[in-house]
């Protein structure tokens, strides 16, 4: 029985709770503690059984002096976990919810004088061979303030002085949040929970006293047991790939505070050196004139840095090449990839360089009249990313039906078009999230543009395995992706849009190339023939053979997923 007890206590570490309701909001150790669980929104397989019963199902738990999973003291009556015990015995309100009341001083019958920081908790049945996921209720936590968001503040982390930052997490329907990190030896305490907003949207926090440049590692710690980096923060240190980033490349990076927390942690540093741009404003080349060659920093260079692909610029600009398109350089998981499975959108991947070293590599391109393209990847995220780990569903390992930015379920069925967990791209929490993206790299690196990635699964209608690449005409994948180009002219009206869509359906791909939109077209097969002096028709090339009114066919010879052509 201990065994199969540290097995169901310890599996779910950072369970999103959605199932549970719990009050008083902010319990204490001899308040009376309600207690709901909706089986409904339990998905772990052993639950099942559980939703068939209408009596018989117990609560197994256990109060914990410390926030390690333990149990400390448990209920009268507890005894084997295989048998039913009168103290755990829940009420059935229908519909598969159940609950139970107790005060947990006299229920867990704690000694005066010790002080409880956790209940841990499961369901089960009279056998114990059928049981929910771990959750987990904080006692003694300091109630948040509800105070509006201050003014001109945004999500991230907001630099008021050389001393303060202010922090803002969008976390809707959590209840609520700390700051931990290097501030309090990444520990939750009262100085460090976050103030509500009154609408329940974010938390924010007012931080002084900081020591200007100085790099101070945090996470944020939600509903008590959630540990997540900042979505918005330009820089991540990761437990297990920062290992293997050389010196030479990221200079001085610190060290992850393993034995403290898990998860990968932020960085936030007061006091910061702006970048001191040589181009201030650069006229990217026509679309009709893009000679562009793509670059995987990992690969161009045994040194895989920003420095490297600097220095051969003037190689490029003798091949007449007037913009590159960086495969992916935004955080992504791992080191080695080519990028294709982001969890950090706004922090560059230090296994290429620092932050400013890429700005050095966009100027140099500008002094030399080469516009910067970002490969980027908005129709998936990986597990990593703070915006799935906040709202997790341990037991489907998907986003959970609650998450505010990724759909349950992948709208593909074909697994081959399945590549992580799937946007959302019609909820409104996910659109503000990806226009804050392409604006921040448009403004903050000075970027000319984009190329999406696999831009038709930017989508909630379903696509059957009938359909496995999503070719059929969608008139609702039209509206997001005219949305999204739309919202990032705003902010450069002169940016390029490079979809890879590559779609058998040419009403589609006319509609978004008369939007103004290039869109990428294969024709490494065609080269090859014409390299080796053989005829092949390369009509297709030509938008008006497509009907198009716009010249946006973008034509390329070789990319990531294709060879080069060899005569």
Same mark, same amino acid.
């Given at each position: 029985m201990p065994r199969l007890l540290l097995f169901i206590c310890l599996l779910f570490v950072g369970n999103v709770y959605a199932q549970v309701e719990y009050t008083p909001a902010f319990p204490q150790l001899t308040d009376k503690i309600t207690i709901t669980v909706d089986l409904n929104k339990d998905y772990y397989t052993t639950a099942q059984p559980l939703r068939n019963l209408t009596e018989g199902v117990y609560l197994w738990s256990g109060a914990n002096t410390?926030?390690?999973?333990?149990?400390?003291?448990?209920?009268?009556?507890?005894?084997?976990?295989?048998?039913?015990?009168?103290?755990?015995?829940?009420?059935?309100?229908?519909?598969?919810?159940?609950?139970?009341?107790?005060?947990?001083?006299?229920?867990?019958?704690?000694?005066?004088?010790?002080?409880?920081?956790?209940?841990?908790?499961?369901?089960?049945?009279?056998?114990?061979?059928?049981y929910t996921e771990t959750f987990y209720i904080q006692l003694g936590l300091t109630p948040y303030k509800v105070l509006p968001l201050p003014a001109g503040v945004k999500d991230g982390i907001n630099y008021i002085d050389d001393k303060t930052v202010i922090l803002s997490l969008l976390a809707p329907k959590k209840k609520y949040v700390h700051v931990i990190g290097d501030l309090n030896n990444w520990q939750a305490n009262p100085a460090h929970i976050m103030n509500r907003t009154p609408d329940g949207e974010r938390y924010w926090l007012k931080i002084g006293n900081m020591t200007p440049g100085k790099e101070y590692l945090f996470q944020y710690l939600v509903d008590g047991s959630i540990r997540t980096a900042d979505p918005y923060c330009d820089k991540i240190i990761d437990a297990?790939?920062?290992?293997?980033?050389?010196?030479?490349?990221?200079?001085?990076?610190?060290?992850?505070?393993?034995?403290?927390t898990n998860n990968p942690v932020s960085v936030m540093q007061t006091g910061q050196k702006p970048y001191n741009w040589q181009v201030k404003a650069f006229t990217p080349p026509p679309k009709t004139k893009l000679f562009i060659y793509e670059i995987c920093i990992r690969d161009f260079s045994a040194k895989h840095n920003y420095k490297t692909v600097m220095d051969s610029l003037g190689y490029l600009q003798k091949l007449g090449v007037n913009a590159i398109e960086l495969m992916p350089v935004i955080e992504f998981e791992g080191n080695l990839g080519w990028g294709y499975n982001p969890n950090q959108y706004f922090a560059p991947d230090k296994y290429f360089g620092t932050k400013n070293e890429l700005k050095a590599l966009v100027d140099e391109c500008h002094k030399r009249g080469i516009a910067v393209i970002l490969d980027i990847v908005l129709n998936h995220s990986w597990g990593y990313n703070p915006l799935c780990i906040m709202y997790w569903n341990f037991s489907t390992a998907q986003p959970a039906a609650d998450n505010p930015w990724y759909n349950p379920k992948d709208s593909f069925q074909f697994t081959g078009a399945q590549y992580g967990p799937d946007v959302n791209h019609e909820s409104p929490y996910a659109q503000k999230f990806v226009d804050d993206v392409i604006a921040y790299w448009l403004t903050d690196y000075k970027v000319d543009g984009f190329r999406f990635d696999f831009t038709k699964g930017f989508t909630n209608q379903i696509k059957t395995l009938d359909d496995p690449w999503g070719d059929a005409y969608d008139a609702s994948r039209i509206a997001i992706l005219k949305r999204m180009t739309t919202a990032m002219w705003k902010v450069k009206p002169e940016a390029y849009a490079i979809f890879e869509h590559l779609s058998t359906n040419?009403?589609?791909?006319?509609?978004?190339?008369?939007?103004?939109?290039?869109?990428?077209? @294969?024709? !490494?097969?065609?080269?090859?023939?014409?390299?080796? #002096?053989?005829?092949?028709?390369?009509?297709? /090339?030509?938008?008006?053979?497509? @009907?198009? !009114?716009?010249?946006?066919?973008?034509?390329?010879? #070789?990319?990531?997923?294709?060879?080069?052509? /060899?005569?």
């Open positions: 410390s926030t390690n999973g333990s149990f400390n003291y448990t209920p009268a009556g507890q005894v084997s976990y295989f048998k039913p015990f009168d103290a755990g015995k829940m009420t059935y309100l229908g519909n598969q919810k159940w609950q139970i009341s107790f005060i947990p001083k006299d229920f867990y019958h704690v000694p005066n004088g010790v002080v409880i920081k956790q209940l841990i908790f499961a369901l089960k049945n009279a056998d114990g061979t059928a297990n790939f920062d290992k293997d980033i050389p010196a030479e490349t990221y200079p001085n990076l610190p060290a992850y505070p393993f034995g403290k040419n009403q589609e791909e006319k509609e978004l190339a008369d939007h103004g939109i290039m869109l990428w077209a @294969n024709f !490494t097969y065609h080269f090859a023939k014409l390299i080796k #002096g053989e005829g092949i028709d390369i009509s297709w /090339m030509n938008y008006k053979q497509r @009907n198009w !009114t716009q010249p946006n066919v973008l034509a390329y010879w #070789g990319s990531e997923n294709w060879q080069r052509p /060899m005569v």
